[in-house]
């Protein structure tokens, strides 16, 4: 019988800058650790080939600030990225664990001047399509000037932007949900929560939901 804590699935939470997601994968976390189920986070990508220079926490002042990389560098980089997570889907994530990621690959195709993507954007939509698709894409969302009034690292008008790509990205996607980041810390959890548990229970045998 498969149980709770047999449970494999790959959640990824999208958002703006703003939106929440930290604090919420936080609560989230708590919560579905309390109702049993064994839960793992990563931020952005597996560290195998490549680590991350900072840390995931750690507070990004200018998103913008730095120039792309060369095509070259920004090729070698998504495709060690491609290389990483087929990596982690294979031998690392299969631990019957619900592995809820903080961002994805495909936030580079929103914002690539974040990743200095300097490469075409055809060849990062290619890899996008390779990459190993979640069972839930989370995409937390709110009006521009709420984003805005929490943090300040883009322009109201590249908020807007990226706010209106996330939803463009996700109504293609075969699963997913969208939650309205602008209420209470509380009520956004319980959101995402809901639509993780129906996700689970939509898998589990009735004998054991």
């Not at 990225?81 to 664990?97: H, R, S, V």
Request: hydrophobic share 40%; charged share 25%.
């Amino acid at each position: 019988m498969q149980s709770k804590e047999d449970i494999t699935l790959k959640i990824v939470v999208l958002g703006p800058d703003g939106a929440g997601k930290s604090s919420v994968i936080k609560g989230l976390m708590e919560n579905l650790a309390r109702r049993g189920y064994s839960v793992k986070m990563r931020h952005l990508k597996p560290q195998i080939l490549i680590s991350q220079r900072s840390e995931p926490v750690a507070i990004v002042v200018n998103p913008h600030g730095k120039p792309p990389r060369s095509v070259l560098t920004s090729l070698v980089k998504i495709v060690v990225w491609l290389i990483e997570e087929w990596y982690a889907n294979l031998f690392q994530d299969q631990e019957e664990t619900l592995l809820i990621c903080d961002r994805y690959y495909h936030d580079l195709l929103i914002d690539p001047i974040r990743y200095r993507y300097g490469g075409p954007q055809s060849v990062a939509k290619l890899v996008s399509k390779l990459m190993p698709q979640p069972d839930l894409w989370v995409l937390l969302d709110a009006p521009a000037e709420v984003l805005q009034a929490r943090k300040q690292e883009v322009s109201l008008e590249e908020t807007a932007r990226q706010r209106n790509a996330y939803k463009k990205f996700v109504q293609h996607q075969k699963a997913y949900v969208v939650v309205d980041a602008s209420q209470s810390l509380n009520r956004v959890i319980t959101g995402v929560q809901h639509a993780i548990t129906e996700l689970c229970r939509s898998i589990m045998p009735a004998e054991d939901r």
